[in-house]
């Protein structure tokens, strides 16, 4: 919830400092862009800053390209920054991206519902629209009720990586990956999403007939995607991406998509050219056949 492409590269030795920001030379001739790394000094400098403002009961850890802060104990929270971010960062940046994102943003895990809040209200003068978590763009910050468990945390995190990797993703493919992950693990040393509680109500949407036709999906831009039947739109991009995972596609679509942007900015023809399927009404009714034998939990 939000209030308001290549495959990783081998880092050389060759690092040329520029200010806070270090740019490591990929090693490849084919790549224009470079990495970016954010310099210790930056972090230590941001970690200082919020040792100034956070209540003593907090715990701050750095895990690039975050920090974590929470007020469980501090075993917990290193538990849960290492168990939970770190493990996704690198399992996300094993398959997907390259790039960290070129800012620090904060992963504020408060231990329940009062805390979250309370901390809200006063760190933030925000007022939560969730019982789970959030980003707060103008802070650069995630906001979580951590006792409701890491699948929100983790569909956050996928959003920063995206746009420092993939800014031309639309809204579908961004949710689609994000909520893919909501529910997720570790499967033959890959990030792994399982079914999850979105499938229920896009069942009862294939059974109605209410799911738009993939050329319907990937072509919403973000007003009609958030705005306009949000639970099925969600819904339909997730088991699209989990389809894809199933059928050992999706880090293939998401670097043929990402490399062919430009010229399919929806990814609609690259979808067909990874399935290998022109018929999509054809193909449609047998992704929804897949999805109604799915089950949660």
Request: aromatic share 14%; net charge negative.
């Amino acid at each position: 919830m939000y209030k308001y492409a290549v495959s990783a590269v081998i880092v050389t030795s060759i690092m040329v400092h520029c200010g806070n920001v270090t740019k490591a030379d990929s090693g490849s001739p084919e790549m224009a862009d470079k990495v970016l790394v954010l310099a210790d000094s930056v972090f230590d400098e941001h970690v200082k800053a919020l040792k100034a403002r956070v209540p003593d009961d907090f715990t701050i850890f750095v895990q690039r390209p975050f920090v974590v802060i929470g007020n469980e104990e501090p075993d917990k929270v290193r538990h849960r920054s290492t168990r939970t971010v770190k493990w996704a960062i690198d399992l996300l940046k094993k398959d997907f991206f390259t790039n960290d994102p070129a800012y620090i943003i904060d992963i504020w895990l408060f231990r329940d519902k009062t805390s979250y809040e309370k901390y809200a209200w006063e760190l933030f003068n925000d007022k939560p629209e969730t019982p789970f978590g959030y980003y707060l763009e103008e802070e650069k910050a995630l906001l979580m009720n951590i006792s409701t468990g890491g699948g929100t945390l983790v569909h956050e995190m996928v959003h920063p990586f995206m746009r420092a990797n993939f800014p031309g993703c639309p809204p579908w493919f961004d949710e689609g990956m994000a909520s893919l992950y909501e529910q997720c693990g570790e499967k033959g040393g890959h990030i792994y999403g399982y079914t999850n509680w979105r499938l229920e109500g896009l069942q009862e949407a294939a059974e109605s007939g209410r799911v738009p036709s993939f050329k319907t999906l990937t072509a919403m831009r973000a007003t009609k995607f958030y705005l306009q039947d949000k639970g099925t739109n969600y819904a339909q991009a997730r088991y699209l991406c989990y389809y894809l995972q199933e059928q050992g596609l999706l880090v293939k679509y998401y670097h043929e998509f990402h490399e062919n942007v430009d010229d399919d900015p929806t990814g609609y023809i690259t979808l067909q050219k990874v399935l290998g399927v022109e018929d999509m009404k054809a193909f449609k009714k047998k992704w929804e056949t897949f999805v109604m034998k799915l089950s949660f939990p």
